[in-house]
T-cell receptor, first 113, second 115 residues
């Protein structure tokens, strides 16, 4: 069965700390991978996505993610978080053959000033 | 573009009442998605449409839920009768091209509370 799992449900960091949020997927065939973010009181919006090519993908606001096929992982990273990064982060997987995404449970990130 | 528009933003109703949630996708987008978000189950896809045609409704929890897309600019999600366990935030999203590859643009959500 297709699934996406995010290891951390709630992460608390101080400003300037480094961030890594885990995401593992189980998906048959060629997979497209996404990270979405939901800032407090705002819509979900795309952070970054991976289809093919360079496994290190850079997104908005200094975020990046690395696709490691052998580990079925797509972890999100940021070298130095800011208070404004406080949000909920969702990893998702899909394929070009289907119209839909499978979302992980989400990780709530709280950054303390 | 105004983005994906949902109404109402908040809905409080009593058990047994009919609830209708509305969505206007971004103009030109050919895919539309309805999601439900709860603390326990996270973000779940309920149903999605391509060119106004329902493609996959396997996430619709039961017959009390129904969704329609009469034209390219409007969709509804109806719950009849509503139950307290339907309390959740319901999101509508749209994309240009398959949602398994293209960016989905989400609306602000409808926060539903069923008493």
């Amino acid at each position: 069965a297709q699934s996406v799992s995010q290891h951390n449900h709630h992460v608390i960091l101080s400003e300037a700390a480094s961030l890594e949020l885990g995401c593992n997927y189980s998906y048959g065939g060629t997979v497209n991978l996404f990270w979405y973010v939901q800032y407090p009181g705002q819509h979900l919006q795309l952070l970054l996505k991976y289809f093919s090519g360079d496994p290190l993908v850079k997104g908005i606001k200094g975020f990046e993610a690395e696709f490691i096929k052998s580990k079925f992982s797509f972890n999100l990273r940021k070298p130095s978080v800011q208070w404004s990064d406080t949000a909920e982060y969702f990893c998702a997987a899909g394929s070009s053959n289907t119209g839909k995404l499978i979302f992980g449970q989400g990780t709530t990130l709280q950054v303390k000033p | 573009d105004a983005g994906v528009i949902q109404s109402p933003r908040h809905e409080v109703t009593e058990m047994g009442q009919e609830v209708t949630l509305r969505c206007k996708p971004i103009s030109g987008h050919d895919y539309l998605f309805w999601y439900r978000q709860t603390m326990m189950r996270g973000l779940e896809l309920l149903i999605y449409f391509n060119n106004n045609v329902p493609i996959d409704d396997s996430g619709m929890p039961e017959d009390r839920f129904s969704a329609k897309m009469p034209n390219a600019s409007f969709s509804t999600l109806k719950i009849q009768p509503s139950e307290p366990r339907d309390s959740a935030v319901y999101f509508c999203a749209s994309s240009y091209g398959t949602g398994g590859r293209e960016t989905q643009y989400f609306g602000p959500g409808t926060r539903l509370l069923v008493l």
